[in-house]
């Protein structure tokens, strides 16, 4: 069993977490600005589908990038040097919450960015603590990714393709301004391919947040966005 947590109520040790599924902390509370952010400073996270509670979770191991291990292929390199597109910080950020949202992906039954869940970042980034990086092609968005920064911390949440690599593009973009400003881990929640092909790989719990607790406490005094 899982505890059901009240809106003042704080969160059980990571330690309590599920090992099935895996990850399985809480239910319930709230998507204010401040229980996001009190999670995502413990590496915990929601994630639920329609119709369900809010579920938090954990999971062990935990998937993250170093910036400074990020691995472009050639063909990656190769269609980056082009400039037929554009990348653009923070210029849409609800726009590419929605298109994630809308993105079919294998194995999964509709989405689990509720409009609860748009709105509760869409408050976060009002505050400063989430951002978007956009691909865009004569004037249209094409790709993107969005995520949450705290300190030197950075939480990848989603991203969206219309166009072959416009995801990958902008991914790869958010890397580089993270490592260029002094992160010094990106969260990437579950272990997939794609995000293995990058530079992306496991650690354990108890290493993802020895790490995190130094990180988002602490400030590069040039990150901006």
């Keep these: 069993m899982i505890p059901w947590l009240k809106a003042d109520e704080a969160f059980p040790p990571l330690a309590k977490a599920l090992r099935e599924p895996n990850g399985l902390l809480a239910a319930g509370a709230d998507l204010s600005p401040a229980r996001l952010l009190a999670a995502y400073r413990q590496g915990i996270f929601p994630w639920y589908s329609p119709g369900q509670p809010i ?59 509720t409009s609860d869940i748009v709105e509760g970042y869409c408050r976060l980034h009002a505050l400063g603590h989430a951002h978007s990086v956009e691909t865009w092609m004569e004037g249209e968005l094409v790709g993107g990714v969005y995520g949450v920064a705290i300190g030197r911390m950075f939480y990848g949440e989603s991203m969206f393709h219309h166009v072959t690599d416009a995801s990958k593009l902008a991914f790869v973009h958010l890397v580089r301004r993270l490592h260029d400003q002094g992160f010094g881990m990106l969260d990437c929640q579950m272990k997939t391919a794609h995000l293995a092909s990058l530079g992306a790989r496991e650690v354990s719990r108890d290493e993802f947040s020895q790490r995190l607790s130094e990180l988002v406490n602490s400030i590069h005094p040039h990150a901006q966005w």
């Design 55 to 113: 579920l938090w979770w954990s999971p062990d191991p935990r998937m993250v990038l170093f910036p400074s291990e990020l691995k472009v292929s050639r063909s990656l390199a190769k269609r980056m040097r082009k400039d037929d597109y554009e990348i653009c910080f923070d210029t849409a950020f609800r726009e590419v919450m929605l298109q994630c949202a809308l993105t079919e992906r294998p194995g999964q039954d509709g989405t689990w960015i």
